[in-house]
């Protein structure tokens, strides 16, 4: 399995206070990304990087921020989390060339009350 | 946008065949994946196929790609229990060095 972990798995908030999901990898892969998934969305992405520093919104970025300090952390804010945010988040990396293959984490389960 | 298309739901016996169908829209698609999700866990890459081929087999995985068709096809020989769950299909935009565009996903459910 590529080295990829999330923290934390688990988070349950009240609307309005502010979280921060992290993702970590060992892979040294440039790429990283957000996704969140719901019932009857599938995948949707949410912010993505393709390198230190360097990052660009995705298909549902609202209400989302992020930042890439170092090649191996890639962190998603909730500057106020809302209930529509209540969703399970994974962190997804991938290295540029070849098959251009995503990896997954395992995922952060989120509820906002 | 581009979009991906699969079944919401397939139910199978045990030891039968499962046939997991997607269509996609993007004819300039380069690579097409298929992922396994199983309940509480990330997704994991079950097999990907070029653009440029008809046909991979992978033990008891065969996927059939139809681009004239849009068309993309995951076959489970002798379907078991521990085959359930949810299979994602992603197409690699064409022109694009990251973004992936996933399906909704299909259950799949094998009974004894």
């Known amino acids: 399995d590529a080295g990829i972990t999330q923290s934390p798995r688990h988070k349950v908030t009240e609307t309005g206070t502010p979280v921060t999901l992290r993702c970590h990898q060992t892979?040294?892969?440039?790429?990283m990304y957000w996704y969140r998934q719901d019932p009857g969305h599938g995948l949707r992405l949410i912010h993505y990087?393709?390198?230190?520093?360097?990052?660009d919104k995705g298909e549902v970025s609202d209400g989302y921020s992020v930042s890439r300090s170092k090649t191996e952390d890639f962190l998603l804010t909730l500057e106020s989390a809302t209930s529509s945010q209540t969703s399970v988040y994974f962190c997804a990396i991938s290295e540029q060339g070849g098959t251009d293959t995503q990896y997954f984490g395992p995922g952060t389960r989120l509820t906002v009350l | 946008g581009e979009d991906v298309e699969q079944s919401l739901f397939l139910s199978v016996r045990e030891g039968d065949s499962s046939v997991i169908n997607c269509t996609y829209t993007d004819s300039s698609s380069t690579y097409l994946y298929w992922y396994k999700q199983e309940p509480g866990a990330g997704l994991q890459l079950l097999t990907y196929?070029?653009?440029?081929?008809d046909m991979k087999q992978d033990q008891r995985l065969t996927v059939l790609l139809n681009k004239k068709d849009k068309h993309l096809s995951l076959r489970i020989a002798d379907t078991q229990t521990g085959d359930s769950a949810i299979y994602f299909c992603?197409?690699?935009?064409?022109?694009?060095?990251?973004?992936?565009?996933f399906g909704k996903g299909t259950l799949l459910t094998v009974n004894p």
């Open positions: 992603a197409e690699k935009e064409g022109g694009s060095n990251y973004k992936l565009t």
């Open positions: 892979e040294n892969h440039r790429y």
């Open positions: 990087s393709y390198g230190v520093k360097d990052t």
């Open positions: 196929i070029f653009s440029n081929m």
